[in-house]
């Protein structure tokens, strides 16, 4: 059974930082492709970077220069450095880890004060 769970999540004023954390379990984590998601009040859930098993990298222009998506195989691990964060970038962010199948954590809130 694939688990997936979110932290790093908070309340940050506008300029500031926060590296978001997705702990996987469940299933061969080198194997799958990863990816990150947000979702804020009145919208749609949103890409916000993807991590493919081989290392290959895309973000959404809205991010692109300001956020880094990376991996740890050998902790199951998917992160997201989140730096110059903008208003903007409240949402609750998402997890994603793609098997066969999808599988998403229950999501950790960002919040960013202007």
């Known amino acids: 059974q694939v688990q997936l769970v979110e932290s790093g999540g908070g309340l940050v004023q506008a300029g500031g930082s926060l590296r978001l954390s997705c702990a996987a379990s469940?299933?061969?984590?080198?194997?799958?492709?990863m990816a990150w998601y947000r979702q804020a009040p009145g919208k749609q859930r949103e890409l916000v970077a993807a991590?493919?098993?081989?290392?290959?990298?895309n973000y959404a222009d809205s991010v692109k220069g300001r956020f880094t998506i990376s991996r740890d195989n050998a902790k199951n691990t998917l992160y997201l450095q989140m730096n110059s964060l903008k208003p903007e970038d409240t949402a609750v962010y998402y997890c994603?880890?793609?098997?066969?199948?999808?599988?998403w954590g229950h999501g950790t809130q960002v919040t960013v004060s202007s």
């Open positions: 994603k880890l793609t098997a066969p199948g999808s599988y």
């Open positions: 469940g299933s061969t984590f080198r194997l799958n492709n």
């Open positions: 991590i493919s098993r081989g290392g290959n990298t």
